[in-house]
């Protein structure tokens, strides 16, 4: 758990970068005030910095584009995909600001779990215009939802955001996320709370929707954002590096995991280790959707968490032929 807490001790100190295109003007991120880190004893560690403003880079088609379709490929003719399933994946580097991989990346998908991250930044907008507090109740809430994917604790905050309003809790959640990042959420539907069985199918979002989010939280371009940060760092099983094959154990990951009888899905940022000590972050999408719920969902959902780790596997080894990864 070392290099959790370094990590964590890292992301309080993050620096916000210009030019993402995502803040208005009038902008009082300089402002925000965001709880106090958790003490630790180990010292911050450098991250990597542009050396130029970040800018929203076009789709390109590499060579990983292709790997990854050709493997999606071999995957359905072996039946580890089925032909009522379709895939989104992204892939992009913030070293080089490049889309290494992007397969139906703007096509939107049943979000289950993984819409939550989009709740908590929609209750922060709240808590930074003063109609709402960030108390310690609160923040073990948070944990809840984020780290464990408590829908009861979701469910309290999509109620907390409908007080703001006359709107609905998913209609002020998505309203409020258009207005302040129109160019973010831009297939991203938030429509319903989470049921009590836990079979959202109605909410929705594209992968460069996901991308636009983890990539704004990364550059500091929101509100609360190392707060976000800590809980998308807190320890879970995600899909994009336990038991990756492939993936360093020296990487760290911010992520959320989605899971329902018909999605299963995770978005996220590694944090690679190079052996010249410094860090190669990107994100990582990967979703695969059933058009029926599968019938034997633990077995399934196991089976495609399984093609995710393995994809995530493959773009890791990829960086490696491009940097001096551990």
Partial sequence: MASRRTFLTRLTTLFATAGLGILPQSSTAARWIEPPPVAHPNGPVRYFQPSTPLRIQRLESTDLNLTIQRYLMQLRQAGRLAANESTAWLVHDFTSRRFLVTINAATPY????????????????????????????????????????????????????SRTSHRSGPAEAELTLKQRYPGVFRQTR?????????????????????????????????????????????????????????????????????????????????????????????????????????????????????????????????????????
């Fill in 110 to 161: 049943q979000s289950a779990s993984m819409i939550k991250p989009f709740i908590a930044l929609a209750f922060f907008h709240k808590v930074q215009e003063g109609k709402l507090s960030y108390t310690p109740f609160h923040r073990q809430r948070m944990e809840a939802m984020i780290q464990h994917s408590d829908n009861r604790a979701t469910n309290y905050f999509i109620e907390l955001l």
């Fill in 190 to 326: 938030i429509v319903e709370r989470i049921p009590g069985d836990g079979r959202s199918y109605r909410n929705r979002a594209s992968a460069l929707d996901y991308h636009r989010f983890l990539q704004a939280l990364w550059y500091d371009q929101l509100p609360y954002s190392g707060e976000l940060r800590r809980l998308m760092y807190l320890p879970n099983r995600d899909r994009i590096y336990t038991d990756a094959v492939g993936v360093a154990r020296q990487t760290q990951v911010l992520d959320k995991t989605g899971t329902t009888a018909r999605l299963c899905g995770d978005m996220g940022i590694l944090v690679a280790r190079g052996r010249d000590g410094r860090s190669y972050p990107y994100t990582f999408i990967g979703i695969i959707e059933k058009a029926q719920p599968a019938q034997n969902y633990p077995a399934w959902q196991q089976a495609r968490g399984d093609v995710i780790r393995e994809i995530s596997g493959m773009v890791y080894e990829q960086l490696q032929h491009t940097y001096p990864l551990v």
